[in-house]
């Protein structure tokens, strides 16, 4: 072979070995997705850099079994997660975030403000990407202020859960977790509503108009949904205001609700997203992806939740 064409050779294998460098750097910062560019690549990323690593944290009660989760993660039949772990929400720090790609709270209805700020913080300033399950966060933490003298912020504090106040030595920290997630909390349907021990529809699942959002994408755009008294979702409502907020996953009740406290009306949001900086790294579910599976075998939801949200 002659020297011309070894040194085109080289010079070619040289530029495939830097596309595939910037591909990498570029599939590492969330800026192209795997699958955009082929399901190999995705196989080849993460045969390279491992799979995204998950943290599941959980509290004492709540929606959603933490356990169940992690199997289905795990399980090569329905995604196959190499690195999946659960960690206790009062054991959990910045530095213990850090360490993972998605993070994913479930069954911890209480969440002090210190610890709602160090989730936002893990999104905002980290990069990281949250799943925000039922009614993780309703409940306040031990010794927190719950009204402060400033009608207006007074009010809105006592309007929503996810609104904390941070007392400071000199005024209050506004803590706007409703915003963050773009949602407003209620209550849980079955404390509105009565409900059966056994599975029973509810209504229907419909995914936005387009079916295209990868936390729905192959999905049926409309399906029977079945819930049980113990395993229910949690009645939110989208913020007006709240522009970086959509809705993927609807229940349509199929006619106006009314429970025992709040006017639920005809639809309400099960699956949402939230813009944080680059592309949608919140999202919200009102209605655990484990149970989804338990009650309904749409195991799609919780492959989609994993793939989703690193827009695999």
Not at 54 to 77: A, F, N, S, T
Not at 220 to 248: D, G, T
Request: aromatic fraction near 12%; proline fraction near 4%.
């Amino acid at each position: 072979m002659e020297k011309e064409q070894i040194d085109l050779l080289l010079k070619f294998a040289g530029i495939i070995v830097l596309v595939i460098v910037v591909l990498f750097i570029l599939t590492w910062a969330g800026v192209v997705k795997c699958s955009t560019l082929s399901p190999v690549w995705c196989e080849v990323y993460d045969s390279v850099v491992g799979s995204p690593s998950v943290l599941i944290v959980y509290g004492d009660e709540g929606l959603g079994d933490p356990e169940k989760l992690k199997m289905y993660l795990q399980d090569p039949r329905y995604v196959g997660v190499l690195n999946v772990s659960t960690q206790e929400i009062d054991r959990v720090t910045m530095g213990n975030l850090k360490r993972y790609k998605l993070v994913i709270v479930e069954h911890s209805r209480k969440v002090s403000a210190d610890q709602l700020l160090m989730f936002m913080e893990y999104v905002n300033k980290n990069g990281g990407r949250l799943v925000w399950i039922g009614d993780a966060g309703v409940e306040y933490g031990d010794g927190e202020v719950r009204e402060i003298s400033d009608i207006n912020t007074g009010s809105k504090i006592a309007d929503n859960p996810w609104v904390r106040v941070k007392e400071t030595d000199v005024d209050y920290k506004l803590i706007s977790f409703d915003e963050f997630l773009g949602l407003k909390y209620l209550d849980n349907y079955c404390n509105q509503k009565d409900c059966l021990d056994a599975p029973f529809s509810v209504g229907s699942l419909e995914s936005e108009p387009t079916g295209d959002h990868p936390l729905i994408f192959g999905t049926a755009p409309v399906l029977n949904f079945k819930i049980s008294k113990e395993r229910n979702f949690s009645v939110v409502k989208p913020l007006a205001n709240s522009y970086s907020s959509n809705i993927v996953l609807t229940l349509n009740f199929g006619g106006n609700i009314k429970g025992k406290e709040y006017d639920l009306g005809k639809s309400v949001p099960i699956i949402t997203t939230s813009s944080i900086g680059v592309g949608e790294r919140v999202a919200y579910y009102a209605y655990p992806p484990e149970w989804f599976v338990e009650d309904n075998n749409y195991f799609y939801y919780v492959k989609n939740m994993y793939k989703g949200m690193f827009g695999r």
